[in-house]
């Protein structure tokens, strides 16, 4: 923890000491609320590290430490191969569906000072190249608000300094807006937005928030030592950004589906085993979430949830909630003959009789 801490306080100094007219050691030990010791300490530290930190005697008789203006200069001294560049370009389209809005105008600007230091033969080459792969992203994020940056700007901070924070937040599972007080351990990317996974001390575990449902944030000076173990994989017990505790999950694949599934890594967990009629055994050790329910119905017919049995029941109830979204329910007077008494505890009369099924036609 202590080192944790160490770190983020020497980021903080980075960020105080760039450009002018810099800080005073005494300024900076109080904004970080330490000795002078340790703010001198933190600075030679920085200094062997490679960071160009000095100490400049001011016109008011203070020394200031500052950053030198252009710290990575050195960069001018090292030079791409083209091979180099020409995977950065192919790259691009990439980068461009992953990136989420806080980061765009940042990553326009990297390639636009790139293309500025290329010649321009050169510039029309590589511009060709992001044309030769194509990618879809995933699903976009609508209806984000110009303060969405802001909010992950501030949550990046708070997260690096271990600060609390209380944010009014819209969530979908209890179609609610609620205040929460969270102690955020991590950001994470994901399905086309930020995350960020947060313990919740008025419940005693983490939970993970949506950044764009966050309709406000305040971040407080009241700091807190994470408790909590965090994974080095975000969501790693999700096909998707969930958080839960992992089930073993069995679901059989028909042969029709079963290269499908075997070509691809769906979860670090699995294991596949074969089967005589071409049809595979899939093992996962995962959460039980909306995104794994619906990576099973994707596959219609051709996947069968073999374990946990509450999962395979919660499948069948979804797909009978389907079925009667596209097939009216029927129902019939029966015969006078019937004999109540006789029936089971409910009544034929009661049950919904299925419409005739239509054969399917031939492709």
Same mark, same amino acid.
């Given at each position: 923890?202590?080192?944790?801490?160490?770190?983020?306080?020497?980021w903080k100094i980075l960020l105080a000491i760039q450009g002018t007219p810099g800080k005073t050691i005494d300024e900076l030990a109080k904004s970080m609320k330490v000795c002078t010791r340790t703010i001198r300490r933190d600075l030679h530290a920085l200094e062997d590290a490679g960071f160009p930190a000095y100490d400049v005697q001011c016109d008011?008789? +203070?020394?200031?430490?500052?950053?030198?203006?252009? &710290?990575?200069?050195?960069?001018?001294?090292?030079?791409?191969?083209?091979?180099?560049?020409?995977?950065? /370009?192919?790259?691009?389209?990439?980068?461009?569906?992953?990136?989420?809005?806080?980061?765009?105008?940042?990553? +326009?600007?990297?390639?636009? +000072?790139?293309?500025?230091?290329?010649?321009?033969?050169?510039?029309?080459?590589?511009?060709?190249?992001?044309?030769?792969?194509?990618? +879809?992203?995933?699903? =976009?994020?609508?209806?984000?608000?110009?303060?969405? %940056?802001?909010?992950?700007?501030?949550?990046?901070?708070?997260?690096?300094?271990?600060?609390?924070?209380?944010?009014?937040?819209?969530? #979908?599972?209890?179609?609610?807006?609620?205040?929460?007080?969270?102690?955020? /351990?991590?950001?994470?990317?994901?399905?086309?937005?930020?995350?960020?996974?947060? #313990?919740?001390?008025? /419940?005693?575990?983490?939970?993970? #928030?949506?950044?764009?449902?966050?309709?406000?944030?305040?971040?407080?000076?009241?700091?807190?030592?994470?408790?909590?173990?965090?994974?080095?994989?975000?969501? =790693?017990?999700?096909?998707?950004v969930h958080s839960g505790k992992p089930e073993r999950v069995e679901i059989e694949f028909a042969e029709r589906v079963a290269p499908y599934i075997e070509e691809r890594r769906w979860h670090s967990s699995q294991r596949i085993t074969k089967r005589a009629d071409g049809s595979i055994l899939l093992s996962l050790d995962v959460c039980l979430d909306?995104?794994?329910?619906?990576?099973?119905? %994707?596959?219609? &017919?051709?996947?069968?949830? =073999?374990?946990? &049995?509450?999962?395979?029941?919660?499948?069948?109830?979804?797909?009978?909630?389907?079925?009667?979204?596209?097939?009216?329910? #029927?129902?019939?007077?029966?015969?006078?003959?019937?004999?109540?008494?006789?029936?089971?505890?409910?009544?034929?009369?009661?049950?919904?009789?299925?419409?005739?099924?239509?054969?399917?036609?031939?492709?």
């Amino acid at each position: 923890m202590a080192r944790t801490a160490e770190v983020t306080r020497q980021w903080k100094i980075l960020l105080a000491i760039q450009g002018t007219p810099g800080k005073t050691i005494d300024e900076l030990a109080k904004s970080m609320k330490v000795c002078t010791r340790t703010i001198r300490r933190d600075l030679h530290a920085l200094e062997d590290a490679g960071f160009p930190a000095y100490d400049v005697q001011c016109d008011d008789g +203070k020394t200031r430490w500052r950053l030198e203006g252009r &710290p990575l200069r050195w960069l001018q001294e090292t030079s791409f191969t083209l091979p180099e560049l020409a995977a950065l /370009y192919f790259s691009r389209t990439l980068l461009e569906c992953a990136v989420d809005r806080p980061f765009q105008a940042d990553l +326009k600007s990297v390639f636009a +000072k790139l293309e500025q230091a290329l010649p321009d033969r050169m510039r029309q080459f590589l511009e060709q190249l992001p044309q030769v792969i194509m990618a +879809k992203g995933g699903a =976009v994020r609508r209806g984000q608000k110009s303060s969405h %940056g802001d909010i992950v700007a501030r949550l990046v901070d708070a997260t690096r300094s271990h600060r609390r924070a209380t944010i009014t937040y819209h969530s #979908f599972s209890s179609r609610r807006v609620k205040d929460y007080t969270i102690e955020p /351990y991590r950001l994470a990317y994901g399905n086309g937005g930020f995350y960020v996974y947060a #313990f919740v001390r008025e /419940y005693g575990q983490m939970r993970t #928030f949506a950044t764009e449902r966050i309709r406000k944030l305040v971040v407080s000076e009241e700091t807190f030592n994470p408790v909590q173990k965090v994974a080095e994989e975000p969501f =790693v017990n999700s096909l998707g950004v969930h958080s839960g505790k992992p089930e073993r999950v069995e679901i059989e694949f028909a042969e029709r589906v079963a290269p499908y599934i075997e070509e691809r890594r769906w979860h670090s967990s699995q294991r596949i085993t074969k089967r005589a009629d071409g049809s595979i055994l899939l093992s996962l050790d995962v959460c039980l979430d909306w995104t794994l329910g619906s990576w099973i119905l %994707g596959f219609g &017919p051709f996947a069968h949830v =073999v374990a946990p &049995p509450k999962l395979a029941e919660q499948i069948l109830e979804e797909i009978e909630e389907a079925r009667d979204v596209y097939a009216p329910r #029927f129902t019939f007077t029966p015969p006078s003959s019937l004999d109540e008494a006789a029936q089971p505890a409910l009544p034929l009369w009661a049950r919904p009789e299925p419409p005739a099924r239509r054969s399917r036609p031939s492709m």
